[in-house]
């Protein structure tokens, strides 16, 4: 999402390709979309219902403006003279990546598994008519020629009917803005006219691209000229509502006109879910796509597709210029609209330039559960309610030893970390542990395997701490052989008081009613096999709706099992949730809990790799939607 400058600042790490939908049309010559969803856009006849023209030709190049990007007038004549549709054209993707995407490219491991956990996927879409295209004037230092297609805005409410929203990197030059933009069209051809920028208007405690918190602040207001029609822009195509944002968690759609990746030159939608950005005002989403020249371009809470027009709560833009810069196009930024953007929004539409100092102070933040770097160092995690309050919470026990409790908000987030253990001591030997009620109380219990073969049950950990716990085994047991357990209700009812083991030789077993007393009563589910020795035994929850929890079962090949009803008489019903080769085969780390308002043990918490961490909530036979705990880095 950064803004793109001949020396275009785009997406240019990004390089997986887009995998855009396009369009089909229909013999009526309505733009569908092939995923079938509704119509998008508004409409493709001219503003004042005359045709629409005919596709632009395609003249020789013209010579360039030689006035200076920042210094003295100019006109719409400059504008055409300058922009013609060849230049048009180049400027769509100036910077081209080296190797150029090639139809049948597979997607980054990353992309891959993002994907197949059902992140979205910007799609085509005819356009909104509020929202368009930024086009730039400035000179490059080498060529002293034109720079590009920079980003994409929207226009809304003023009094003058005359203001665009876009990001505070796309600031700056001789810009005009093209709502509804048609590739295939001229500049003075375009549907709704073209506007020259007359005025700027961003928080001078800005810093473009920043990556430090300073970076809330970007987004920007552009006073436009009347078209050469003599009409201003808001009359034309409408204007968006500003709304504050409500929260970090909400549902938009994200719209903008990519300038890479995108040959077409066509606008783009993506509906997303957004979450908080640690350590920023802002909020970030997911959505495979989205790459430069976004930048700027709304995320609508509410939009009227007829009318081309919605409630706002957000812009493309923020973090490092509102995009991630590792290498990929899918994770996307946008500073949360509060107190500071509606001063700038007055600013705007009082024609007023206003210093607010040096300093930015930031609003209080949510609570952030730390960077994908120190999660890459998360060994194990344990789900139960720990705190007594009825409420998920998480445990994790660090490579160092550190043994931390994250108290859940009910809401599928956390609130705080507690330290229950320092890095070193014997928590470095900790084999497998499982949450469970083994041993009454209003907490959940931990049951944890040493290496040694020594196996304890610690009591209500949120109140009691580690303790000293009540020991089921000692060092030297047959334990030392429990490779991995996993507590639920496997035969139990209405207890999560069993427990499911896979042994190194291959052999699974169900221990019902475990407790303070001993491993109650064991029943084997499965002989020792060659094949379920290379399994992972991930977690178990009630996903099915049975009498029984289910469990989660991740085999080598990246195939996903789940075995439904899972209880004395067998493992149960084998479901597939993800097929062999599947990108499951680089999680790490995975524990199920009851997170959100629903009370049910159905949300997975997985630790890939990179550290990044992410629960997919409300998990059935297939994973459930994913929400982003631990950005990557």
């Known amino acids: 999402m950064f803004c793109c400058s001949v020396v275009i600042r785009k997406h240019s790490l990004r390089t997986s390709p887009i995998h855009i939908r396009h369009l089909a049309v229909s013999a009526a010559g309505t733009a569908l979309f092939l995923t079938g969803g509704a119509l998008a856009g508004g409409p493709v006849a001219h503003a004042d219902d005359t045709p629409a023209p005919s596709p632009r030709p395609t003249p020789a190049r013209t010579k360039s403006l030689t006035s200076d990007a920042d210094g003295g007038g100019w006109s719409d004549a400059d504008a055409l003279r300058f922009w013609t549709p060849d230049r048009m054209d180049s400027a769509t993707d100036p910077a081209p990546p080296t190797a150029a995407p090639k139809a049948g490219l597979t997607a980054t491991p990353r992309d891959s598994r993002s994907a197949a956990a059902g992140m979205p996927t910007a799609e ?6 509020s929202v368009g295209v930024i086009f730039t004037y400035e000179k490059d230092p080498t060529t002293g020629d034109m720079h590009a297609h920079k980003c994409s ?24 803005f093209v709502p509804w933009y048609r590739t ?29 918190r300073v970076s809330d602040l970007d987004f920007a207001f552009a006073r436009l000229s009347p078209s050469s029609r003599g009409k201003d822009a808001q009359d034309l195509v409408g204007a968006n509502a500003l709304v504050r944002t409500p929260g970090y968690v909400n549902n938009v759609t994200m719209v903008g006109y990519p300038s890479s990746h995108n040959p077409e030159d066509r606008a783009v939608r993506c509906p997303t879910r957004t979450a908080a950005l640690g350590g920023f005002y802002q909020m970030q989403a997911k959505c495979a796509g989205m790459w430069g020249g976004v930048s700027g371009g709304p995320w609508f809470s509410k939009i009227d597709w007829t009318k081309g027009t919605g409630e706002i709560i957000g812009n493309t833009g923020g973090y490092n210029g509102g995009g991630n810069d590792n290498n990929a196009d899918w994770l996307t930024y946008s500073p949360m609209y509060g107190d500071w953007l509606f001063r700038l929004y007055d600013e705007a539409k009082n024609n007023q330039h206003v210093s607010h100092g040096d300093s930015y102070q930031q609003p209080t933040l949510p609570y952030a559960m730390g960077k994908a770097d120190a999660w890459s160092h998360a060994r194990l995690l344990a789900s139960g309610e720990y705190t007594g309050d009825g409420k998920g919470d998480l445990i994790v026990v660090w490579a160092d030893g550190e043994v931390s409790l994250y108290t859940g908000d009910g809401r599928g987030g956390f609130t705080g970390r507690r330290r229950l253990a320092g890095p070193g001591g014997t928590w470095k030997d900790v084999k497998s542990l499982t949450g469970g009620d083994f041993s009454g109380g209003n907490g ?19 109140a009691r701490g580690l303790g000293r716990g009540i020991g ?31 042994w190194s030789d291959g052999e699974i077993t169900d221990y019902t009613a475990v407790g303070d007393k001993g491993f109650g009563t064991e029943h084997q589910l499965q002989k020792p096999d060659p094949r379920w020795k ?5 977690t178990a929850g009630d996903f099915s709706g049975r009498a029984n929890w289910d469990a989660l079962v991740r085999w080598p090949n990246g195939k996903i099992s789940q075995y439904q009803d899972t209880g004395p008489g067998g493992l149960g019903k084998e479901a597939q949730m993800a097929p062999p080769q599947s990108v499951w085969t680089q999680d790490v780390v995975l524990t199920a809990g009851s997170y959100d308002a629903n009370g049910w043990p159905d949300d997975l918490v997985v630790r890939w790799p990179d550290g990044e961490t992410s629960m997919y909530a409300r998990t059935g036979t297939a994973f459930g939607a994913e929400r982003m705990l631990v950005p990557p880095q």
Do not use: M
């Open 124 to 129: 085509h879409i005819p356009g909104a008519k």
């Open 472 to 502: 089921l085994a000692r060092a030297g047991s047959v334990w030392s052989h429990a490779d991995q357990v996993v507590g639920g209700s496997f035969g139990t009812a209405k207890h999560v008081s069993d427990l499911l083991v896979r």
């Open 444 to 462: 959940s219990d931990l049951l944890v395997v040493w290496k040694s073969g020594e196996v304890k049950i610690l009591p209500d950990v949120g």
């Open 184 to 212: 295939e069209y001229a500049l003075d051809k375009q549907t709704y006219g073209f506007y020259r920028v007359a005025d700027w208007f961003v928080d001078n405690r800005y810093v473009n691209n920043s990556k430090q």
């Open 153 to 176: 805005a929207s226009v809304v409410q003023s009094p003058g009917h005359n203001l665009i929203l876009t990001a505070g990197h796309c600031s700056g030059g001789k810009a005009v």
């Open 534 to 538: 290379q399994a992972t035994l991930l």
